[in-house]
């Protein structure tokens, strides 16, 4: 049908958007600053109060449980500011103690752990090595004194003279006896049978008469029992005077080692561990004091060698393992592990091979982060901790035991790959912070029940923050800080005012800013790098632009390869003239974090019919979930609007143009509508004119994501084949203050060679896509004449009375085969 239009599509009208709507501009007088270097670099956390606040929170509490995440997305300063913020407040806590392992002279299989002052550890490693070097030397002078060996030699000969004595006693008492006789063999005393006093040969002796050999052998055995009893007499003596000599070496050794115990011990007064570890190494030494006085060099003994029982193996026992070491005064440890596999975090137990079995004792003991940020803080990615195969069950174990044990993959595993220590736990006393994404968080809370009890502080950061004064003036310290911290050239104030609105460009509202400063950093960087090779004194604006003109560049390089496509007709792009049942949505594509738009056609047909609409991306698998409600949703427009008072007879069909992946999302349900609309009614629309926008079943137009860039891929797309005037896109009002759009866009709008129109409701719209009000209903229903709505209850009334005449008539099963499709989804 023909409708007389009321104005051209393209003329400013109510709903046109002003110059200032489409971009928020910084001051840079209101900064208050000529140059960043006049002004106070920034100290904090910018735009984050509330997460500083939280993580303040989480410190503070000495509860158990209270372990903090920080979630947020990538970029936002998130590990930056919580490493600034734990080591000012690390820096004035006290400093943790330090801690070593020692051998356990009770059980080796449990190494002690002793407790000292901050770092008083390699001091007590180096004086108890100093301590047992001194006992080395001290204890075996002492012993070899002439005294010592005169005392030594005393107790000797006076067993020796007791065992002569006996032994004199038995062989007179022999001589007398005519038929046995005393043989000395080395240390043996053996009886043998005799005649007159002088031993017999056993050939002398079996031919002697049986009387006689009987009694013999009495007195053989009569002998022998008494020679025993001698022998046995001597070897008591002997074991006594090495019992003796011992208990003589030990005393001496426990008064040359006593005294420098005592000194060792009033040096680390009030540590009772180490008070209690030299009394058990004192007892030790006095024990072993054969140890000290053989050789020093025994390496040439293989079998010892081999077996590990060289002197210097021996001696390893003595040695003190300084786990962890903390400067004095160095206030609370800030650890960070970027790489927390099980061994990293909880430490290990080094070995050696030996008969190919590992073995291991308390000096191989390492430590791990969660030691060194003991009594501290221990920052760990999240995402890291949970990939690492069982790196997240022994963390978690950790913190609920309150328990530092070196890690044994072995065993956990159920593999024992080496001798097996059982080291003394040291308490925990540490808050861990991890740092990870949104969806990190929710999924453990959702999953693992053992989060929320351990991980009690939530530390939320921002990904923008409100665009006040007071914020801008935030930006530009945080500019001051990084030009500080990296020694880059100063900011002028038009330059930072240049960033503070590309800060607003990455947040995506002109109401915000971004706190994903990576961005911002990298610009800064950027900028300050382009003024430095046009040695320049300070960064201007233009270095600013230049600087995003280069990032823009290097970053679009597929959207530029589109934009060809474009210009070689591969992908078809008509923005001019007008054309019924077809209008330019517009995609959103994106590449990493980098996203444009791009134009899509979206074409209707409509025809007699009860098929209702078709979705030809859902029909061909091709539609999301989200599309799909939108198209819906759009179907129930069309019945509140045009079948109150008759029934909906509409066969239609909706596609997007050379579109090959999944559609997804709603961003395009009031251009589907308006192409919907126009094919009905035969009204045609204006094909510079490209829509964005989702729509709900009262017409209500619904705001959408990145109009930014979907106005500028629109707008890119439009300049390459030819800017006539005609050209803009049409997107919901409560999309405007998204609206950060580059210079190239607003010098077109204010030339008017490129125009933007806000609306509230689908019917907004249609004075600027066809020149045409939508038109408003009368109490039966009934649209005015020469009004958009008029023409598509005009059209679907006829459609009406066609179908209740081919019912009539007595259609036959194939014609309405050919208007009824079982199955298919539409409305009637």
């Given at each position: 049908m023909?409708v007389k239009?009321?104005?051209?599509?393209?003329?400013?009208?109510?709903?046109?958007?002003?110059?200032?709507?489409?971009?928020?501009?910084?001051?840079?007088?209101?900064?208050?600053f000529?140059?960043?270097?006049?002004?106070r670099?920034?100290?904090?956390a910018l735009g984050?109060?509330?997460?500083m606040?939280?993580?303040a929170?989480?410190?503070s509490?000495?509860?158990?449980?209270y372990?903090?995440?920080?979630?947020?997305?990538?970029?936002?300063?998130r590990?930056?500011?919580?490493?600034?913020?734990?080591?000012?407040?690390a820096a004035a806590?006290?400093?943790?103690?330090d801690?070593?392992?020692?051998?356990?002279?009770?059980d080796a299989r449990?190494?002690?752990a002793v407790?000292?002052?901050?770092?008083?550890?390699?001091?007590?490693?180096r004086?108890?090595?100093?301590l047992?070097?001194?006992?080395?030397?001290?204890i075996p002078?002492?012993?070899e004194?002439e005294?010592?060996?005169?005392?030594?030699?005393?107790?000797v000969?006076?067993?020796e003279?007791?065992?002569?004595?006996?032994?004199?006693?038995?062989q007179r008492?022999?001589e007398?006896d005519?038929?046995a006789?005393?043989?000395r063999?080395?240390?043996?005393?053996?009886?043998?049978?005799a005649?007159?006093?002088?031993p017999?040969?056993?050939?002398?002796?079996?031919?002697?008469?049986?009387?006689l050999?009987?009694?013999?052998?009495?007195?053989?055995r009569?002998?022998?029992s008494?020679?025993f009893?001698?022998q046995?007499?001597?070897?008591?003596?002997q074991?006594?005077?090495?019992?003796r000599?011992?208990?003589l070496?030990?005393?001496?050794?426990r008064g040359?080692?006593?005294h420098?115990?005592?000194?060792?011990?009033?040096?680390?007064?009030?540590?009772?561990?180490?008070?209690?570890?030299?009394?058990?190494?004192g007892?030790?030494?006095?024990e072993?004091?054969d140890e000290?006085?053989?050789?020093?060099?025994?390496?040439?003994d293989?079998?010892?060698?081999i077996?590990?029982?060289?002197q210097?193996e021996?001696l390893?026992?003595?040695?003190?393992?300084?786990?962890?070491?903390?400067?004095?005064?160095s206030?609370a440890?800030?650890?960070?592990e970027?790489?927390p596999?099980?061994?990293?975090?909880?430490?290990?137990?080094?070995?050696?091979?030996r008969?190919g079995v590992?073995v291991?004792?308390f000096?191989?003991i390492?430590?791990?982060?969660?030691?060194r940020?003991?009594g501290?803080y221990?920052?760990?990615?999240a995402?890291?901790?949970?990939?690492?195969?069982?790196a997240?069950?022994?963390?978690k174990?950790?913190?609920?035991?309150?328990?530092l044990r070196?890690?044994d993959p072995g065993a956990e595993l159920?593999?024992?790959?080496?001798?097996s220590?059982?080291?003394e736990p040291?308490?925990?006393a540490?808050?861990?912070?991890?740092?990870?994404?949104?969806?990190?968080?929710?999924?453990?809370?959702?999953l693992d029940?053992?989060?929320?009890?351990?991980?009690?502080a939530?530390?939320?950061?921002?990904?923008?923050?409100?665009?006040?004064?007071?914020?801008?003036?935030?930006y530009?310290?945080?500019?001051a800080?990084?030009?500080?911290?990296?020694s880059l050239?100063?900011?002028?104030?038009?330059?930072?005012?240049?960033v503070?609105?590309?800060?607003?460009?990455?947040a995506?509202?002109?109401?915000?800013?971004?706190?994903?400063?990576?961005?911002?950093?990298?610009?800064v960087?950027?900028?300050?790098?382009?003024?430095?090779?046009?040695?320049?004194?300070?960064?201007?604006?233009?270095?600013?632009e230049?600087?995003?003109?280069?990032?823009?560049?290097?970053?679009?390089?597929?959207?530029r390869?589109?934009?060809?496509?474009i210009?070689?007709?591969?992908?078809r792009?008509?923005p001019?003239?007008?054309?019924?049942?077809?209008?330019?949505?517009?995609?959103?594509?994106?590449?990493?974090e980098?996203?444009?738009?791009?134009?899509?056609?979206?074409?209707?047909s409509?025809?007699?019919?009860?098929?209702?609409?078709?979705?030809?991306?859902?029909?061909?698998r091709l539609?999301g979930?989200?599309?799909?409600?939108?198209f819906?949703?759009?179907?129930?427009?069309?019945g509140?609007r045009f079948a109150?008072?008759q029934?909906?007879?509409l066969?239609?069909s909706?596609?997007?143009?050379q579109l090959?992946e999944e559609?997804?999302?709603?961003?395009?349900s009031?251009?589907?509508?308006y192409?919907l609309?126009s094919?009905?009614?035969?009204?045609?629309?204006?094909?510079?004119m490209?829509?964005?926008?989702?729509?709900?079943?009262?017409?209500?137009i619904?705001?959408?994501?990145g109009?930014?860039?979907k106005v500028?891929?629109?707008?890119?797309a439009c300049?390459?084949?030819?800017?006539?005037?005609?050209?803009?896109?049409?997107?919901?009002?409560a999309?405007?203050e998204n609206?950060?759009?580059?210079?190239?866009?607003?010098?077109?709008?204010?030339?008017?060679r490129?125009?933007?129109h806000?609306?509230d409701?689908?019917?907004d719209g249609?004075?600027?896509?066809?020149g045409?009000?939508?038109?408003?209903?009368?109490a039966?229903?009934?649209f005015p004449?020469?009004?958009?709505?008029?023409?598509?209850?005009d059209?679907?009334?006829v459609?009406?009375?066609?179908?209740?005449?081919?019912?009539?008539?007595g259609?036959?099963?194939?014609?309405?085969?050919?208007?009824?499709k079982?199955?298919?989804?539409g409305?009637?």
């Amino acid at each position: 049908m023909s409708v007389k239009r009321s104005r051209r599509p393209s003329e400013r009208g109510e709903h046109a958007l002003a110059l200032e709507e489409l971009h928020r501009v910084c001051d840079p007088v209101g900064l208050g600053f000529r140059s960043t270097a006049e002004i106070r670099p920034l100290d904090g956390a910018l735009g984050q109060d509330d997460a500083m606040d939280a993580l303040a929170f989480g410190v503070s509490v000495p509860s158990a449980g209270y372990n903090l995440f920080v979630l947020g997305r990538p970029g936002s300063g998130r590990r930056t500011f919580v490493r600034q913020a734990l080591t000012a407040r690390a820096a004035a806590e006290p400093t943790p103690p330090d801690w070593c392992y020692v051998f356990n002279f009770r059980d080796a299989r449990r190494p002690r752990a002793v407790r000292l002052p901050s770092g008083r550890a390699l001091a007590f490693q180096r004086d108890v090595r100093d301590l047992i070097a001194d006992l080395r030397r001290a204890i075996p002078q002492a012993l070899e004194a002439e005294d010592v060996a005169s005392r030594r030699a005393a107790i000797v000969e006076e067993r020796e003279e007791v065992a002569a004595k006996a032994l004199d006693q038995l062989q007179r008492e022999l001589e007398l006896d005519p038929y046995a006789a005393l043989v000395r063999s080395g240390d043996a005393l053996v009886v043998v049978p005799a005649r007159g006093g002088e031993p017999v040969e056993r050939e002398t002796y079996v031919r002697f008469p049986e009387e006689l050999r009987e009694e013999i052998d009495r007195h053989v055995r009569d002998a022998r029992s008494r020679a025993f009893a001698v022998q046995r007499r001597i070897h008591e003596l002997q074991r006594e005077a090495r019992d003796r000599v011992a208990e003589l070496n030990r005393e001496i050794a426990r008064g040359v080692g006593d005294h420098r115990i005592a000194a060792l011990k009033e040096r680390y007064a009030g540590s009772e561990g180490v008070a209690r570890y030299l009394d058990e190494l004192g007892d030790d030494a006095v024990e072993h004091t054969d140890e000290f006085i053989r050789a020093s060099d025994d390496t040439g003994d293989v079998a010892k060698l081999i077996f590990g029982g060289t002197q210097e193996e021996f001696l390893r026992r003595y040695q003190v393992n300084p786990l962890v070491t903390h400067a004095p005064g160095s206030g609370a440890p800030v650890i960070e592990e970027s790489n927390p596999n099980l061994v990293n975090l909880l430490g290990r137990m080094e070995g050696q091979m030996r008969f190919g079995v590992m073995v291991t004792d308390f000096t191989r003991i390492a430590p791990g982060a969660v030691h060194r940020a003991n009594g501290g803080y221990l920052v760990l990615d999240a995402g890291e901790v949970l990939t690492r195969p069982l790196a997240w069950p022994a963390l978690k174990r950790t913190l609920r035991t309150r328990e530092l044990r070196p890690a044994d993959p072995g065993a956990e595993l159920g593999v024992l790959a080496m001798e097996s220590l059982e080291p003394e736990p040291i308490p925990a006393a540490l808050k861990v912070v991890l740092i990870g994404d949104p969806f990190l968080y929710y999924l453990l809370q959702a999953l693992d029940t053992e989060f929320p009890e351990l991980f009690k502080a939530k530390v939320d950061f921002a990904p923008h923050m409100d665009r006040t004064p007071e914020a801008e003036q935030g930006y530009a310290r945080f500019i001051a800080a990084q030009c500080a911290r990296e020694s880059l050239l100063p900011f002028e104030a038009e330059a930072a005012a240049r960033v503070i609105e590309e800060g607003s460009r990455v947040a995506g509202d002109q109401r915000r800013l971004t706190t994903r400063f990576r961005e911002i950093v990298d610009l800064v960087r950027e900028a300050a790098y382009v003024a430095t090779a046009e040695e320049r004194a300070t960064v201007g604006a233009a270095d600013v632009e230049r600087a995003l003109e280069a990032r823009h560049r290097r970053n679009t390089r597929p959207h530029r390869e589109l934009l060809e496509l474009i210009d070689r007709g591969i992908l078809r792009f008509e923005p001019r003239g007008e054309a019924a049942g077809q209008l330019y949505g517009i995609g959103l594509i994106a590449v990493n974090e980098n996203m444009f738009g791009r134009p899509i056609r979206v074409m209707a047909s409509a025809y007699l019919g009860t098929l209702g609409v078709i979705n030809i991306e859902r029909e061909a698998r091709l539609s999301g979930p989200i599309h799909s409600k939108g198209f819906l949703v759009m179907s129930g427009y069309l019945g509140r609007r045009f079948a109150r008072g008759q029934p909906l007879i509409l066969s239609a069909s909706l596609s997007f143009d050379q579109l090959y992946e999944e559609v997804e999302g709603d961003s395009a349900s009031a251009a589907e509508l308006y192409a919907l609309l126009s094919a009905i009614s035969g009204v045609p629309l204006q094909q510079g004119m490209a829509v964005t926008g989702a729509v709900n079943q009262e017409g209500v137009i619904l705001p959408v994501g990145g109009v930014t860039q979907k106005v500028e891929g629109f707008f890119a797309a439009c300049e390459r084949v030819g800017l006539t005037g005609e050209q803009g896109v049409v997107l919901p009002r409560a999309n405007v203050e998204n609206l950060v759009l580059c210079k190239d866009v607003r010098n077109a709008v204010a030339a008017d060679r490129f125009h933007i129109h806000a609306i509230d409701r689908i019917e907004d719209g249609w004075p600027i896509l066809a020149g045409l009000s939508a038109g408003e209903p009368s109490a039966d229903g009934s649209f005015p004449e020469r009004t958009v709505y008029g023409a598509v209850m005009d059209q679907l009334s006829v459609w009406a009375e066609q179908w209740e005449r081919l019912g009539e008539a007595g259609a036959t099963g194939a014609q309405r085969a050919t208007l009824r499709k079982p199955g298919t989804e539409g409305s009637s």
